[in-house]
């Protein structure tokens, strides 16, 4: 909350220097407005760049030492004994008096030491805020200040606002790019580690999936099978179910939306459609476990058809519910995309609406269409909130929409859990299955975007 405080007044403080600064610029342009280089505004964003970034990049590289340089100040302030324990229960200790000084419950250490060394802790890192602060709040003054000076009528300030925003945008991209990289350098090693344990054909191959190990050689029922064609099998149903759902309504609703309704009744019938997708995932979980399972076991009942309380039917009907707007909102831009000419043709040799929609407009933003099918098939098969409520935890193989499965989104989030170490091939198959599942959704994507980039070449 401090930082946030101390960004705000480093924003304000940065306004302050937009305006000042292209004030300047107007009074020494005087009676002459032509005889500056730029416009007044790109003077204001210079002297406000120069209030903002300096201190910004103090306060970033503050904030990625600060905990580094707090904590060994606090190591050296423990007792001897405790600076000679291992690594491994000396971070214990140094988590215990981080968690101290947050709370401030100092009573509840274990130990007086302890409690001495978390209140140390709040005393040096509020030492270290207020000389923060005030370094970068001079410095912000400063380089507003500098900025003021440095502004005359010929200085360049558009092309150095513009390249340091050119900066900021490669920056980001680069950032972006690394990240992806860091994602999946660091699934690629956790999962060549898993299958130099597993046969990577026991994986891909396997119908039996338990992944719990042995702790001991007499130890009975956790044998550790990685077999993952269950959680594949389990993944695909619950995709198809839900795409069968939501695929239709989503392109009915898309259709009728672009080509029938009035404008009127679209401005606000659209938007209220997509409210859906601002849903978070976790209610819809909630409604499928309290709503959407129990009507469908109900009517289950009266049909004298078994359906499991958790089942395959429920999590597929409330996440295709979920992907109605997502295919919706692209087939109706595709669809709207589609010129007028081809429907104006089409009504001119004869053609009624319906004929039209059909014949004309559809086969035109056909691959449009497949293209968000294929990004939505990938949303359906990430999704976890609603399957971990709706779907159960059981590893089955089978077809059956009636019975519980699990996903590999599921399995995941299941084997990752709690305090784990990353040495066992329980752990380092959640690795092996992101992987799997981020090959498969970059697949999608990929033919998705091919699709749609023919889309655009053939009917811009």
Same mark, same amino acid.
């Not at 309704?261 to 979980?285: C, D, M, N, Q």
């Not at 109706?332 to 104006?344: F, M, N």
């Given at each position: 909350?401090?930082?946030?405080?101390?960004?705000?007044?480093?924003?304000?403080?940065?306004?302050?220097? @937009?305006?000042?600064?292209?004030?300047?610029?107007?009074?020494?342009?005087?009676?002459?407005?032509?005889?500056?280089?730029?416009? #007044?505004?790109?003077?204001?964003?210079?002297?406000?760049?120069?209030?903002?970034?300096?201190?910004?990049?103090?306060? *970033?590289?503050?904030?990625?030492? =600060?905990?580094?340089?707090?904590?060994?100040?606090?190591?050296?302030?423990?007792?001897?004994?405790?600076?000679?324990?291992?690594?491994?229960?000396?971070?214990?200790?140094?988590?215990?008096?981080?968690?101290?000084?947050?709370?401030?419950? @100092?009573?509840?250490?274990?130990? #007086?030491?302890?409690?001495?060394?978390?209140?140390?802790?709040?005393?040096?890192?509020?030492?270290?805020?207020?000389?923060?602060?005030?370094?970068?709040?001079?410095?912000?003054?400063?380089?507003?200040?500098?900025?003021?000076?440095?502004?005359? #009528?010929?200085?360049?300030?558009?092309?150095?606002?513009?390249?340091?925003?050119?900066?900021?945008?490669?920056? +980001?991209?680069?950032?972006?790019?690394?990240?992806?990289?860091?994602?999946?350098?660091?699934?690629?090693?956790?999962?060549?580690?898993?299958?130099?344990?597993?046969?990577?054909?026991?994986?891909?191959?396997?119908?039996?999936?338990? #992944?719990?190990?042995?702790?001991?050689?007499?130890?009975?029922?956790? +044998?550790?099978?990685?077999?993952?064609?269950?959680?594949?099998?389990?993944?695909?149903?619950?995709?198809?179910?839900?795409?069968?759902?939501?695929?239709?309504?989503?392109?009915?609703?898309?259709?009728?939306?672009?080509?029938?309704?009035?404008?009127?009744?679209?401005?606000?019938?659209?938007? !209220?459609?997509?409210?859906?997708?601002?849903?978070?995932?976790? /209610?819809?979980?909630?409604?499928?476990?309290?709503?959407?399972? %129990? @009507?469908?076991?109900? !009517?289950? =009942?009266?049909?004298?058809?078994?359906?499991? +309380?958790?089942?395959?039917?429920?999590?597929?009907?409330?996440?295709?519910?979920?992907?109605?707007?997502?295919?919706? +909102?692209?087939?109706?831009?595709?669809?709207?995309?589609?010129?007028?000419?081809?429907?104006?043709?089409?009504?001119?040799?004869?053609?009624?609406?319906?004929?039209?929609?059909?014949? *004309?407009?559809?086969?035109?933003?056909?691959?449009?269409?497949?293209?968000?099918?294929?990004?939505? /098939?990938?949303?359906?098969?990430?999704?976890?909130?609603?399957?971990?409520?709706?779907?159960? !935890?059981?590893?089955?193989?089978?077809?059956? %929409?009636?019975?519980? /499965?699990?996903?590999?989104?599921?399995?995941?989030?299941?084997?990752?859990?709690?305090?784990?170490?990353?040495?066992?091939?329980?752990?380092?198959?959640?690795?092996?299955?992101?992987?799997?599942?981020?090959?498969?959704?970059?697949?999608?994507?990929?033919?998705?975007?091919? /699709?749609?980039?023919?889309?655009?070449?053939?009917?811009?």
């Amino acid at each position: 909350m401090q930082v946030l405080v101390l960004l705000l007044v480093l924003l304000i403080l940065s306004i302050v220097g @937009f305006r000042l600064g292209r004030g300047r610029a107007v009074r020494v342009a005087g009676s002459k407005p032509g005889t500056l280089h730029s416009l #007044p505004d790109y003077y204001g964003y210079y002297v406000a760049l120069w209030c903002g970034l300096p201190a910004l990049a103090l306060i *970033v590289l503050w904030l990625s030492l =600060d905990g580094t340089l707090l904590q060994m100040l606090v190591e050296r302030a423990l007792p001897v004994q405790t600076q000679a324990l291992p690594a491994s229960q000396l971070a214990l200790v140094m988590n215990e008096v981080r968690n101290l000084a947050q709370s401030g419950m @100092f009573s509840q250490a274990s130990s #007086p030491a302890i409690a001495k060394a978390a209140i140390q802790f709040n005393n040096l890192h509020a030492i270290s805020f207020a000389a923060m602060a005030a370094l970068a709040l001079s410095l912000c003054v400063a380089g507003g200040l500098l900025g003021l000076r440095i502004i005359h #009528p010929k200085l360049r300030a558009r092309n150095q606002v513009e390249t340091v925003v050119k900066l900021f945008l490669i920056a +980001s991209s680069t950032a972006a790019i690394f990240t992806t990289i860091g994602i999946v350098l660091s699934l690629l090693f956790e999962s060549l580690r898993f299958f130099s344990m597993i046969p990577i054909t026991n994986f891909l191959f396997g119908l039996d999936w338990s #992944p719990q190990m042995a702790m001991r050689a007499d130890q009975v029922g956790a +044998s550790g099978a990685f077999g993952a064609v269950p959680l594949f099998t389990g993944t695909l149903l619950i995709s198809v179910i839900a795409m069968l759902v939501a695929t239709p309504i989503g392109l009915m609703s898309a259709i009728y939306m672009a080509e029938y309704a009035h404008p009127k009744f679209r401005a606000v019938a659209k938007p !209220l459609l997509e409210v859906l997708a601002g849903i978070p995932t976790v /209610v819809y979980g909630f409604f499928a476990v309290l709503t959407v399972a %129990p @009507f469908l076991r109900e !009517l289950g =009942d009266i049909l004298h058809i078994d359906i499991a +309380s958790e089942s395959a039917l429920a999590t597929g009907v409330v996440m295709g519910i979920m992907i109605i707007p997502f295919i919706s +909102s692209l087939s109706d831009d595709v669809l709207t995309a589609v010129p007028d000419s081809l429907r104006q043709g089409a009504y001119g040799l004869g053609a009624t609406r319906s004929e039209t929609i059909k014949q *004309v407009v559809m086969p035109a933003a056909l691959p449009g269409i497949v293209g968000g099918l294929l990004l939505a /098939v990938s949303r359906a098969i990430g999704e976890t909130m609603i399957v971990v409520m709706a779907a159960g !935890l059981s590893a089955r193989l089978t077809a059956n %929409p009636f019975e519980a /499965v699990t996903t590999v989104t599921v399995q995941i989030v299941t084997l990752l859990v709690g305090d784990q170490e990353f040495d066992s091939p329980k752990t380092l198959s959640a690795f092996a299955l992101g992987l799997v599942l981020f090959v498969v959704t970059l697949i999608l994507n990929v033919v998705a975007l091919h /699709v749609v980039r023919k889309y655009r070449e053939k009917y811009d």
